[in-house]
Nanobody, 125 residues
């Protein structure tokens, strides 16, 4: 059974940083596409960043480029999202997700069948 558990969310002021973790069990992240998505109240869930763990290719939404960094630790079967220069508009529930494919559509929710429960990120101005 695949299980993804996010951690690291919290409340920070604008300009601050947070590091999210996604610990995965029942599934090897190596050579698969892993992604971070977020959903703000009243909005659709959107792709934030994805990584192909077989080669390290990364993909970012325009809104987070240069501020967020996605990474992996294959030995720990864990994915991370380092978030710097946070803005109030980054406030959302953040979810990690696992694909059983490569990152052909890195921000397409339908390509990610397995999801965590989410961790809340709140950025105040």
């Amino acid at each position: 059974q695949v299980q993804l558990v996010e951690s690291g969310g919290g409340s920070v002021q604008a300009g601050g940083s947070l590091r999210l973790s996604c610990a995965v069990s029942g599934y090897t992240i190596f050579r698969n596409c892993m992604g971070w998505f977020r959903q703000a109240p009243g909005k659709e869930r959107e792709g934030v960043a994805s990584i192909y763990t077989g080669g390290g290719s990364t993909f970012y939404a325009d809104s987070v480029k240069g501020r967020f960094t996605i990474s992996q630790d294959n030995a720990k079967n864990t994915m991370y999202l380092q978030m710097n220069s946070l803005k109030p508009e980054d406030t959302a529930m953040y979810y990690c997700a696992a694909s059983h494919l490569g990152c052909y559509r890195p921000h397409e929710r339908a390509d990610f069948p397995d999801w965590g429960q989410g961790t809340q990120v709140t950025v105040s101005s």
